[in-house]
């Protein structure tokens, strides 16, 4: 058999698991759970198929949360359950996120040895499980549970490696009460009508934070050869609307670039309007905010981000959560790469100059020399991954992957050494190191070059030196689309307000990301030197009018930027209030907003 191929992440240390990952293989986990709304927990009993490593381990740590409460842990050794026993099992801290089950073996394992350890818990209501009254939901009917995993709240959801360093196959049966349906990120799914339970299966490996699970009101309708769109009943319409034919296009153009889609089906889950995410790209079901649906698909990019995480991310991922870089840089740079080739250059490069502004704010409010601005984060021991969670591992690492393809040179050079650095590193999880060394063992003549080595944008300093990217990849094919933008927030933000020419500015006929960008400039200019009342009582009324629409839903994705929903952008997903994030703390176009939704 040949020997799988060593790559630096099978060294890679992660600070944010105590699990014995690399004493145990987990081959395959089952989980059998129950949904109770009434008590909002799930019992559950998860089979863990497991293959011991490392010779002479007398103990198994699992990451687990304090909400997750542990009933009975038993063990056995053969394939049926006969010889199954109770095991002893204690509890010990761990950090502010999460604690460690250790569970004792009657006796040491050895190398090679293969057993199931099975355990019986009770999930509550957890970081990771977000338990929604009917009022959160769109129908308002009927209550909602939903898991969110990334980065390590899946430890009180289940038992487990809590570590994207590794990846196994799932199962799972989840049994709900009448009147529900329960979805999972699973390649596999049927519902046994008999005790109203659903049955998956996730045929391909994927580390621990992409188990996801959703139980609602839940109705599909397909708009794909391969895709179907979940909604609550209230928003099938509108969604199978907006999305119906359009991403089929959007796999089909990863494929082209980046090769097979290897996850059998892509379906979107539309949450209710309380998820407080963009996006999020659990494997073969995309959760997304119900935003996206802006009645005039303007938002598809947002699903064209959560696609190219079926490469980037899911199928070759970062191997600890201080490399994230790898999983979002290379997906900003996949999802652009897709539009480049979908919308055109122009409005690509609009986008990302939305994106570099996020950027310039983000190191304007922290400083550039913050450590959180070097792409490779240095997780300390006891701190919470999505603390560190901010917009350079987005945008600075969509510069460094930019810069990696002007390296190349040809754009189809590139694209091709995309394709073969999944190619290579599928099903794994990897290191910066990793990448990197391939990049150049796939160009050896730039490894020849030193280009790993160029003064200033040595590959060691993108990683390791915080501050503004040392490259920036030319966005002048958007100018034609962002001068309006600019010239409009320059004579907002004049000494003297020239009315007549903000009035001439024809904002309706721009499009959303224009806006975007415009609101950008415009914090970016802030505080503006008139003071916020007379520049609003004198600008604000047509831009809001234009943002709100005649009924107040004209241009909804640009309600998204408003405070009571979450935002489009998965850049800021894990911001809220939304408008905070975009805005930032900058009260002009904050009070603009709450003067004129009073
Ligand atoms: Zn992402």
Redesign the pocket.
């Known amino acids: 058999m040949e020997k799988s191929l060593k790559l630096h992440s099978d060294l890679a240390e992660d600070v944010a698991t105590s699990s014995s990952f690399r004493q145990f293989k987990i081959k395959h986990f089952h989980l059998d759970l129950s949904v109770d709304f009434e008590k909002r927990t799930l019992r559950g009993t998860e089979t863990l198929q497991l293959k011991c490593i490392q010779d002479s381990q007398s103990e198994l740590l699992l990451d687990i949360h304090p909400s997750l409460s542990m009933q009975e842990v038993s063990y056995c050794r053969s394939e049926d359950d006969s010889d199954s026993v109770k095991v002893e099992f204690i509890t010990r801290n761990f950090t502010s996120y999460g604690t460690t089950l250790v569970v004792k073996f009657p006796a040491p394992c050895k190398i090679e040895e293969q057993f199931r350890v099975v355990v019986k818990f009770l999930a509550s209501d957890g970081p990771g499980v977000c338990w929604l009254d009917p009022e959160q939901t769109a129908g308002k009917a009927k209550p909602y549970v939903f898991t969110q995993g990334q980065a390590v709240l899946n430890r009180s959801f289940f038992p487990c490696f809590d570590t994207p360093a590794i990846k196994s196959t799932y199962s799972a049966a989840v049994k709900v009460p009448d009147g529900f349906t329960a979805v999972m990120s699973a390649s596999k799914g049927e519902h046994r009508m008999a005790d109203n339970t659903f049955l998956f299966t996730m045929e391909q490996p994927i580390p621990s934070y992409l188990v996801a699970l959703a139980v609602g009101d839940l109705v599909s309708a397909e708009v794909g050869p391969r895709t179907r769109v979940w909604t609550e009943p209230c928003l099938l319409q509108a969604a199978k609307q907006e999305y119906d034919g359009v991403i089929e296009e959007f796999l089909v153009v990863g494929e082209k670039l980046f090769g097979p889609y290897v996850w059998g089906r892509y379906d979107v889950l539309f949450m209710p309007p309380s998820f407080p995410f963009g ?1 999020m ?1 659990n494997p073969c079901l995309t959760f997304v905010t119900p935003c996206l649906l802006a009645g005039d698909r303007s938002l598809a990019d947002v699903i064209v ?2 696609i190219c ?1 079926s490469w980037f ?1 899911n199928l070759v991922t970062n191997a600890n959560w201080g490399d994230f870089w790898l ?2 840089g290379f ?2 740079y996949a999802q652009r790469r897709v539009c480049r080739e979908i919308y055109g250059e122009a409005i690509t490069s609009l986008e990302a100059a939305t994106g570099r502004a996020l950027l310039r704010q983000h190191m304007d409010n922290t400083g550039e020399d913050h450590p959180l601005n070097k792409l490779r984060v240095k997780i300390k021991p006891g701190v919470d991954p999505d603390d560190t969670y901010n917009e350079t591992p ?1 945008e600075k690492g969509f510069c460094f992957v930019s810069y990696l393809a002007h390296l190349a040179g040809d754009q189809s050079h590139f694209d091709a050494f995309l394709k073969a650095y999944i190619d290579k590193f599928k099903f794994r999880s990897v290191m910066a190191e990793d990448a990197l060394e391939f990049f150049l063992e796939y160009f050896p003549d730039l490894k020849k070059k030193g280009v790993d080595m160029i003064k200033g944008l040595e590959f060691d300093s993108w990683l390791n030196v915080p501050g503004w990217p040392p490259y920036l990849p030319d966005l002048s094919a958007g100018k034609s689309l962002m001068k309006p933008a600019e010239q409009l927030s320059e004579l907002w933000a004049a000494e003297v307000l020239d009315m007549a020419s903000i009035k001439k500015t024809n904002i309706q006929a721009w499009k959303t990301n224009q806006a975007v960008y415009f609101l950008e400039k415009i914090i970016e200019k802030s505080p503006l030197p008139r003071g916020e009342t007379e520049v609003h009582t004198a600008c604000v009324p047509c831009t809001v009018e234009w943002i709100r629409g005649d009924q107040g839903f004209g241009h909804r994705d640009l309600q998204c930027h408003l405070p009571s929903a979450p935002c489009q952008r ?2 800021l997903r894990q911001e809220d209030p939304c408008l905070c994030a975009i805005i930032g703390a900058e009260h002009e176009i904050q009070s603009l907003v709450s003067l004129t939704l009073a």
């Open positions: 996006g790209e981000h959560e995480h991310g999983n979002e997906t900003m987005y998965p850049q």
